[in-house]
């Protein structure tokens, strides 16, 4: 049987599920970005892949979630984050990460649901900090925009200046004081086609071995890869020990059903149901 391809990144946040997996007899990695994993497997050219969950939903090729881990909070995440110069019920139009997929559809669904403001996307490149049709900025203090979402490591090693911006509002929080339930921001995902496959399952086994062993040393990864996505290794500790969850267990299945019928309650999405992989 030929090894099963495996499309991940390789950010701090995904470590306790892809560290190890280059070694793992049966599996060939593919390293990418997030934006092309959906692609690659609906063009079969991955067999799994660490997918968001709005790029698989709206994928032109069915998928399945492979229920053998997620990148997903209980709580806070510290790193899905909007940051707003005006009080967040006075926000009209909020400049998202183009990073960001799942997380502009939560960020517009807990806006209107908290605050009842159904705002406008504008995309915004937090690296280059640049919105298409924005005049360039005059300082690195100007910009940044009125109300931005910011995804990811730079919420915590590139943050925006903190006194620009007093209202704040951290996404897996909110979901969880209104739905009381975890939130799932991206999973291992196949197609729906192959889910009940047994290379799928065979596959899905290696990769839960996997993030079972990770979660026993966690202290190493934090130890060894923090200082190289220039994280503070107690931060980081507290990031990946206390605040994210790695295991798809019954309560984030539920958590991501919640969100799906929520968002295409409210127009965000047109589907509101995921395929389970049969592992």
Request: aromatic content about 6%; overall charge neutral.
């Amino acid at each position: 049987m030929s090894p099963m391809r495996v499309a991940c990144v390789r950010y701090l946040n995904t470590a306790p599920l892809v560290e190890g997996l280059d070694k793992v007899e049966g599996l060939t990695l593919i390293p990418t970005v997030p934006s092309r994993i959906v692609d690659l497997l609906a063009t079969d050219q991955a067999d799994i892949g660490l997918a968001s969950v709005v790029d698989a939903v709206r994928c032109s090729v069915p998928l399945g979630v492979v229920p053998a881990g997620m990148i997903g909070s209980d709580g806070p995440t510290m790193t899905v984050r909007v940051f707003s110069e005006v009080p967040l019920d006075r926000i009209t139009t909020l400049h998202a990460d183009t990073d960001s997929h799942t997380s502009v559809v939560l960020a517009r669904l807990l806006l209107a649901h908290q605050y009842g403001r159904h705002v406008e996307i504008a995309p915004f490149d937090a690296r280059e900090r640049v919105s298409p049709g924005r005049p360039p900025a005059e300082s690195l203090e100007e910009s940044w925009p009125r109300s931005v979402l910011l995804i990811g490591d730079k919420v915590a090693t590139d943050p925006p200046p903190a006194a620009r911006y007093p209202h704040q509002l951290d996404l897996g929080e909110a979901w969880k004081a209104w739905t009381g339930l975890p939130f799932v921001y991206a999973a291992w995902m196949c197609r729906a086609s192959e889910a009940s496959s047994p290379a799928i399952r065979t596959a899905a086994a290696l990769l839960d071995r996997q993030r079972r062993h990770n979660l026993t040393r966690l202290g190493w990864i934090v130890n060894t890869r923090a200082p190289e996505a220039r994280w503070p290794l107690a931060l980081a500790g507290t990031y990946l020990g206390d605040l994210l969850r790695f295991e798809l267990d019954g309560r984030a299945k539920a958590g991501l059903e919640r969100f799906l019928c929520e968002a295409k309650g409210a127009g965000l999405l047109a589907a509101d149901r995921v395929t389970w992989a049969g592992v």
